[in-house]
């Protein structure tokens, strides 16, 4: 199975702060790759897809890159909305999709 | 507009039974991959079990030979049977709907349901 770790588990943010989180596949996974937020007792909301390709409704401040094994969310300026925890996922091996652990996103 | 109403969790001894619901409304499930992924409280994701629209089934490891995905077309439902349950299957059991773009991801996912597996 392709292991998915993200970086860091954890941060310690404020509102209109520029927030970068990070994704590393054990092997390529050619872009195929989703971002969720999730918010505490809530499912998951799909962000982005394909690496780079924001969803329909999800706010431009939310952005994808990242090719091979190296992918990055960012989030250009935090709403208090935006606190939450975030999940990556390849789904290049399938079907055996797997996520990384998650990096929550806490006020500083 | 896509749902998803996930419902039949609950509290469940080890070794027992339970089949979770996955009510759709909005599209067609036979139409589209649909799956079952979980959350042990406090941890993250894990993926479960997909269903193609063609029919074929697959599990993760951790479930092979005890989970069983199936779906009714005629009520537009997905379901998972679980049995043998174990004390590690507790956890918050997700249907979503995949979408696909240079492969499948999950466009919509249902509110969850709890199963609890404790004697």
């Known amino acids: 199975d392709i292991q998915m770790t993200q970086s860091p588990s954890s941060l310690s943010v404020s509102v209109g702060d520029r927030v970068t989180i990070t994704c590393r596949a054990s092997q390529g996974i050619s872009n195929s790759l989703a971002w969720y937020q999730q918010n505490p007792g809530k499912a998951p909301k799909l962000l982005l897809y394909a690496a780079s390709k924001l969803e329909t409704g999800v706010p431009s401040r939310f952005s994808g890159s990242g090719s091979g094994t190296d992918y990055s969310l960012t989030i250009s300026s935090l709403q208090p909305e935006d606190f939450a925890t975030y999940y990556c996922q390849q789904y290049f091996s399938i079907p055996q999709y797997t996520f990384g652990q998650g990096t929550k996103l806490e006020i500083k | 507009e896509v749902q998803l109403v996930e419902s039949g969790g609950g509290l469940i001894q080890p070794g027992g039974s339970l089949r979770v619901s996955c009510a759709a409304s909005g599209f067609t499930v036979s139409n589209y991959y649909m799956s079952w992924l979980r959350q042990a409280p406090g941890k993250g994701l894990e993926w479960v079990s997909v269903i193609y629209s063609g029919g074929s089934t697959y599990y993760a490891d951790s479930v092979k030979g005890r989970f069983t995905i199936s779906r009714d077309n005629s009520k537009n439902t997905l379901y998972l049977q679980m049995n043998s349950l174990r004390t590690e299957d507790t956890a918050v059991y997700y249907c ?12 919509y996912w249902g509110q969850g349901t709890l199963v609890t597996v404790s004697s």
Not at chain 2, 96 to 107: S, V
Request: hydrophobic share 40%.
């Open chain 2, 96 to 107: 979503a709907r995949m979408k696909l773009e240079l492969g499948y991801y999950f466009d």
